[in-house]
């Protein structure tokens, strides 16, 4: 069974800092990786997708890369803000996608 | 980028009766459409996987009699919770895929959250 972990599970930081999220799956087959935001109550917005052939993906302060030897993603906030604060969510799949268990991220002012 | 509406966005109802919930692709065909469960402070649950004009592909544990799917056109596919008990309170999100034209991207609504008294 595919499973994908999100480490750390939860993340406090102040204003400014330059971050990293994990996100790591047991299958390294080619597929889609997607990093997503989710606002407490509130549904997804995609913030980046990296396709199979893709290694890395860039959208202002993010970064996303990915290392599908060894079945890593990671997210790379530079200069956060308050306003970066929310779970960020991975996701691994082509046809049908699985959800990392998330990390909670409170950017303090 | 693509657009993925639901309808409605937060219901409340008694146990035992029936909600539908609509998810519209507003900007594209959607040619599958995925339905997701999430239980708080837990990640996305595939539930189902339904493709315009066939039956929808149900993940293990979901129970197809009562989480009924119908994607009946290429821009809407509704979910229905039959029956619905206090278990089933969740959040509820959609998301769509135009893979006619070779692309696995999928574009998420933005969820219903149920709450079954």
């Known amino acids: 069974k595919q499973e994908v972990t999100q480490i750390p599970a939860a993340l406090s930081v102040p204003e400014g800092e330059n971050l990293v999220l994990n996100c790591s799956f047991t299958?390294?087959?080619?597929?889609?990786l997607q990093w997503f935001r989710q606002d407490p109550g509130k549904g997804l917005t995609s913030l980046l997708l990296?396709?199979?052939?893709?290694r890395e993906q860039t959208s202002g302060r993010l970064n996303a890369s990915l290392d599908k030897s060894s079945g890593r993603s990671t997210l790379y906030i530079a200069a956060s803000q308050p306003g970066d604060s929310a779970t960020y969510l991975c996701?691994?799949?082509?046809?049908?996608?699985?959800f990392g268990t998330g990390t909670r991220l409170k950017v303090l002012a | 980028g693509a657009v993925v509406s639901q309808h409605p966005s937060r219901v409340i109802c008694k146990s035992g009766t029936s909600v539908k919930i609509e998810c519209r692709s507003l900007?594209?065909?959607?040619?599958?459409m995925f339905w997701y469960r999430q239980f708080p402070k837990q990640s996305l649950m595939l539930m189902a996987t339904?493709?315009?004009?066939?039956?929808?592909?149900?993940e293990q544990g979901v129970e197809k009699d009562k989480f009924l799917i119908n994607h009946a056109s290429l821009t809407l596919s509704t979910l229905t919770v039959t029956s619905a008990h206090p278990e089933d309170s969740s959040f509820y999100i959609c998301?769509?895929?135009?893979?006619?034209?070779?692309?696995?991207?999928?574009?998420f609504g933005p969820g219903t959250r149920l709450l079954v008294l």
């Open positions: 998301s769509a895929s135009d893979l006619g034209r070779g692309e696995a991207t999928q574009y």
């Open positions: 299958d390294s087959a080619i597929y889609n």
């Open positions: 990296i396709q199979s052939s893709q």
């Open positions: 996701a691994h799949g082509t046809y049908k996608y699985i």
């Open positions: 900007d594209f065909q959607a040619t599958t």
């Open positions: 339904s493709n315009e004009g066939s039956k929808a592909t149900y």
